[in-house]
């Protein structure tokens, strides 16, 4: 039977007076060349691919002599100015699209900010009762489908003002979609949900931020992405016959003036702004609700 002998453990020793220790090396993390150009490939590669080949064929078919649409190369001699300067300021009515979209913005604001108030507290007290649910269901399909054009002589009317008249277009147009996917977003609540909330002893305003709101997210979030939809497609429509320095007044105005490529400009501007709000409020959904606002 052979012993095999154990070798003694080594003990660092201290080092010695003067004596400079290297610093330990750090590896820096290699940066993922692969996965950017994935996700550059996946994101940003196909959107730019179809719309360059949606600009060669607008090229392609509209660069004859005869046609009566501009080419992009059109767009780009005759409106250069309103795509690389958006927030010129010539005169009172003379302005960037820049400023105008910010104009329309800001009537936007006041209406749709309103009507998510307005809406979400309704829908939250409908959706609690079922019956009165069932007594205003019908008013809201009827009153939800017609178009926020018809409105505005009603606003006119009444408000003898075209700024006014028009944020109530917006209101008018935006509260439905938030109302009925609220009240239906309430009557999903787990009823474990509201047992709990009754042995808490939960008072209505503590009810509606701390169960109704958080459960109800992903319903009343996507009421309000279709509303702030409809109240940028209303203002750009009210615009055009209310007058003013909005991005819809633009329209009708370089309409009236047979400047064609002013008007794709400020088309490419709305659909532009009209996505960036869609968004914003996708990414708030996303926050208030933790992620369950999809």
């Not at 996965?35 to 004859?64: D, N, Y």
């Not at 009515?93 to 979400?120: H, K, N, P």
């Not at 109302?179 to 002893?201: E, M, S």
């Not at 009343?220 to 007044?249: H, K, P, Q």
């Amino acid at each position: 039977m052979s012993v095999t002998a154990l070798k003694p453990r080594e003990v660092p020793t201290a080092p010695s007076a003067g004596q400079v220790l290297p610093l330990p090396v750090v590896a820096r993390p290699k940066l993922r060349l692969a996965g950017l150009g994935r996700l550059l490939a996946e994101r940003v590669a196909p959107p730019v691919v179809v719309m360059t080949l949606l600009l060669v064929i607008w090229q392609v078919a509209f660069s004859g002599g005869g046609s009566g649409l501009p080419a992009p190369t059109d767009v780009w001699e005759q409106s250069r100015e309103l795509i690389l300067d958006p927030f010129f300021v010539y005169g009172s009515q003379d302005i960037g699209l820049g400023w105008r979209v910010l104009t329309s913005l800001e009537r936007v604001a006041y209406g749709f900010g309103l009507a998510a108030v307005v809406g979400v507290l309704v829908g939250a007290v409908l959706g609690q009762s079922a019956l009165m649910m069932r007594g205003f269901d019908p008013i809201f399909q009827v009153l939800r489908t017609v178009p926020p054009l018809a409105w505005l002589p009603i606003s006119l009317a009444a408000f003898m003002d075209s700024r006014p008249s028009a944020i109530f277009v917006i209101f008018i147009t935006a509260i439905w979609p938030i109302i009925i996917n609220t009240a239906a977003g309430v009557r999903a609540i787990p009823q474990d949900y509201r047992n709990v909330a009754a042995v808490l002893r939960l008072n209505q305003i503590e009810f509606f931020w701390k169960i109704m709101v958080p459960s109800a997210a992903p319903y009343i979030f996507s009421g309000l992405r279709i509303g702030v939809g409809l109240s940028w497609l209303a203002i750009v429509a009210a615009e055009m016959l209310t007058g003013g320095v909005g991005i819809g007044f633009f329209i009708w105005d370089a309409w009236n003036s047979s400047r064609l490529t002013d008007i794709i400009v400020a088309l490419v501007y709305i659909g532009v702004t009209g996505f960036i709000l869609d968004r914003l409020v996708g990414w708030i959904g996303r926050v208030v609700s933790r992620g369950t606002a999809e």
